[in-house]
């Protein structure tokens, strides 16, 4: 992350509803959307944010 870019690719493709997007620890559910494997922010993290994912697959 580098404060520029809002596209990022995740492992696997997520099963359709399992996905939980954390940014610094809260839970989002509207500031991105989901393509197969990839995600993208509306609007691009910062570089100190810290993003974490749960999905099965």
Known sequence: MNGLNTSFTLNNV???GSL???LN???QTEWYTLSGD???FKVA???TDQISAKYTY
Request: aromatic share 6%; glycine share 6%.
């Open 20 to 22: 939980q997007l954390f």
């Open 45 to 47: 993290p910062k570089a």
């Open 25 to 27: 620890g809260l839970e």
């Open 38 to 40: 990839t995600i993208t």
């Open 14 to 16: 997520p099963n359709p």
